[in-house]
């Protein structure tokens, strides 16, 4: 349309009509996209809403306890899965696979006491407690942790002893 000007434009009002179109045009062409883009919008919060609570998934769970209840230690497995396994099942960032032993290299080897500390103290692309906070997950937990996967890589580590001196926990099991 527009290289056509020099020919078409003959008066005022055609001028004007020109200029008014030259404006008018791409304004309704905005106004279609934005319409276009924000219908897009409206379909998907769900899914995002959805793909969101799946990437914090791993930290919320830490949070449904009762504050109120007893505290009783959770399990390995549980704090596996609630802190660990983010990294360990997908051995992100170099972390030792959940029972792959070939990813394991010679770590298991190193023994309990220098798995357990290197968890405590973070190591490499790994924060200390596994990012965990103290309040979440206690000491005895983290080695409950840490005995769940090093033996599911092929480690025969006992299971860690319930710390004594908590007067509310429950005896252990
Ligand atoms: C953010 C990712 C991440 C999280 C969460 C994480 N780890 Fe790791 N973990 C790693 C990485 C990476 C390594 C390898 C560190 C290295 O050798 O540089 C590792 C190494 C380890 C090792 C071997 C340590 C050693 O001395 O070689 C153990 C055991 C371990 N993690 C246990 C755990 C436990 C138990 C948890 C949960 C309480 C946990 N990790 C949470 C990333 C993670």
Request: glycine share 10%.
């Given at each position: 349309m527009s290289e056509e000007h020099g020919n078409l434009i003959k008066n005022t009002k055609q001028l004007s009509i020109a200029v008014f179109a030259s404006f008018f045009i791409p304004l309704v062409i905005i106004f279609l996209l934005i319409v276009y883009v924000s219908s897009g919008k409206k379909t998907n919060p769900d899914t995002s809403e959805k793909a969101t609570l799946a990437l914090i998934k791993p930290v919320g769970?830490?949070?449904?306890?009762?504050?109120?209840?007893?505290r009783e230690a959770q399990s390995g497995e549980a704090v596996y899965k609630a802190v660990?396994?983010?990294?360990h099942n997908s051995g992100a960032a170099g972390a030792p696979k959940f029972?792959?032993?070939?990813?394991w290299g010679g770590r298991i080897g190193t023994g309990f006491d220098a798995l357990y500390a290197s968890v405590m103290k973070g190591k490499g692309a790994m924060p200390a407690?596994?990012?965990?906070?103290p309040a979440d997950v206690s000491d005895y937990e983290i080695a409950r942790a840490v005995v769940y996967l090093a033996n599911s890589a092929g480690g025969k580590f006992a299971e860690p002893k319930a710390p004594a001196e908590k007067p509310a926990a429950a005896p252990a099991k």
């Amino acid at each position: 349309m527009s290289e056509e000007h020099g020919n078409l434009i003959k008066n005022t009002k055609q001028l004007s009509i020109a200029v008014f179109a030259s404006f008018f045009i791409p304004l309704v062409i905005i106004f279609l996209l934005i319409v276009y883009v924000s219908s897009g919008k409206k379909t998907n919060p769900d899914t995002s809403e959805k793909a969101t609570l799946a990437l914090i998934k791993p930290v919320g769970q830490l949070n449904f306890r009762d504050a109120s209840a007893p505290r009783e230690a959770q399990s390995g497995e549980a704090v596996y899965k609630a802190v660990c396994a983010s990294c360990h099942n997908s051995g992100a960032a170099g972390a030792p696979k959940f029972a792959v032993a070939s990813t394991w290299g010679g770590r298991i080897g190193t023994g309990f006491d220098a798995l357990y500390a290197s968890v405590m103290k973070g190591k490499g692309a790994m924060p200390a407690r596994g990012g965990a906070s103290p309040a979440d997950v206690s000491d005895y937990e983290i080695a409950r942790a840490v005995v769940y996967l090093a033996n599911s890589a092929g480690g025969k580590f006992a299971e860690p002893k319930a710390p004594a001196e908590k007067p509310a926990a429950a005896p252990a099991k």
